[in-house]
């Protein structure tokens, strides 16, 4: 099925807006569809590592997945790096390749940086992609429940 028109093709006032907002950090990410440029990014601190994947995050800033492009990186680490990938899976913002990596070193405490889920409501979007720590859940049938909430999640069978 096709649809076709004979006007102008008009984007949505919403992406129009964005696409012409010059990306800086990893906050600005997440206003957007697409990366048309490289992105640099200063002071990231890698809070989680697992194999070929980790958690990117900006101090201070937002946190990212960095999916098969981060076996150069070591948890509790500070890098300068770029991202010139971005996908989405299941909604949520992940980079697929990361070069020009230089390493700024270790960081005492990097944990500082993971969210306390007693004291955050972990369903605000401003927490996609954040470690959460300190968070009692009842997980039954591939969703976690809390506080009359749910989350769907996915978990290896082998750690259930």
């Known amino acids: 099925m096709a649809t076709f028109s004979t006007k102008k ?3 949505k006032p919403s992406l129009k807006a964005s ?5 800086t950090t990893l906050k600005d990410l997440y206003n957007r569809d697409n990366l048309i440029q490289n992105l640099y ?3 990231v601190v ?12 900006q101090i201070n800033g ?10 150069r990186l070591k948890s ?5 790096l770029t991202i010139d990938k971005l996908s989405f899976f299941n909604g949520l913002l992940e980079t697929k390749n990361i070069k020009n990596i230089t390493i700024l070193g270790k960081v005492v405490n ?4 993971y969210k306390d889920g007693s004291k955050i409501n ?3 979007p401003r927490y996609i992609n954040e470690i959460i720590t300190n968070l009692k859940v009842t997980y039954k049938r591939g969703y976690f429940y809390f506080n009359n909430k749910r989350i769907k999640v996915y978990i290896p069978k082998h750690f259930i």
């Open 9 to 11: 093709f008009q984007l």
């Open 19 to 23: 696409s012409t907002k010059k990306i």
């Open 41 to 43: 990014l200063k002071s």
């Open 46 to 57: 890698v809070l989680y590592k697992n194999k070929n994947n980790a958690i990117l995050k």
């Open 62 to 71: 937002r946190a990212i997945y960095a999916f098969n492009c981060a076996k």
């Open 76 to 80: 509790g680490y500070k890098y300068n």
């Open 110 to 113: 990097y944990k500082r940086f």
């Open 122 to 124: 972990i369903l605000n």
